[in-house]
């Protein structure tokens, strides 16, 4: 089945069962690997995409269900001219990751939220961010997302 969709601003057409998740779409069929699988039942996160601007688990969406919306991943948060968007930049900043895993879905969840509420709270950081991270980098999660809406320093080295 033919199915076309916006991914990272581009316009383009799949060739895919109904029901093949999004996320071996992005990662199989338009090489963008940057998704992660992680679980396959929506529970951890590391496949975290925006579909219309809201945070959304590809590993157990259709791509049937995308046919003519726009799709973001890690890749796309990327400005044209190569510019990290802020919170990339923060988590960088923040030294976060440890395995890296799970942080482009991490970072996915953190730009929805910031897009979301502008400067979250850490109750909104705690109810929002729920995707799993095995090497508990938590701490340094939070602060790059405070440091990203210009909260707090992003200078926790020796926390986590």
């Given at each position: 089945?033919?199915?076309?969709?916006?991914v990272?601003?581009?316009?383009?057409?799949?060739e895919?069962?109904?029901?093949?998740?999004?996320?071996?779409?992005?990662?199989?069929d338009l090489?963008l690997?940057?998704?992660?699988?992680?679980?396959?039942?929506?529970?951890?996160?590391?496949?975290?995409?925006?579909?219309d601007?809201?945070?959304?688990?590809?590993?157990s969406?259709?791509?049937?269900?995308?046919?003519?919306?726009?799709?973001?991943?890690?890749?796309?948060?990327k400005?044209?001219?190569?510019a990290?968007?802020?919170?990339?930049?923060a988590?960088?900043?923040?030294?976060?990751?440890?395995?890296?895993?799970?942080?482009?879905?991490?970072?996915?969840?953190?730009?929805?939220?910031?897009?979301?509420?502008?400067?979250?709270?850490?109750?909104q950081?705690?109810?929002?961010?729920?995707?799993?991270?095995?090497?508990?980098?938590?701490?340094?999660?939070?602060?790059?997302?405070l440091?990203?809406?210009?909260?707090?320093?992003?200078?926790?080295?020796?926390?986590?």
């Open positions: 089945m033919a199915i076309g969709f916006t990272n601003g581009k316009q383009v057409n799949v895919a069962e109904a029901d093949t998740p999004l996320l071996w779409v992005l990662r199989e090489a690997t940057g998704t992660k699988f992680g679980c396959g039942i929506a529970a951890c996160g590391a496949c975290s995409v925006h579909v601007g809201e945070l959304t688990r590809s590993c969406v259709p791509v049937s269900d995308i046919a003519g919306k726009a799709v973001t991943t890690i890749e796309g948060l400005s044209d001219d190569g990290l968007h802020a919170v990339q930049q988590w960088i900043d923040a030294q976060v990751p440890q395995c890296g895993y799970c942080q482009s879905g991490q970072i996915m969840a953190a730009v929805a939220l910031i897009e979301r509420t502008g400067t979250p709270s850490d109750t950081i705690d109810e929002a961010m729920t995707n799993i991270c095995r090497c508990g980098t938590y701490p340094r999660i939070r602060a790059a997302i440091a990203a809406t210009g909260q707090a320093a992003a200078n926790i080295q020796g926390e986590a």
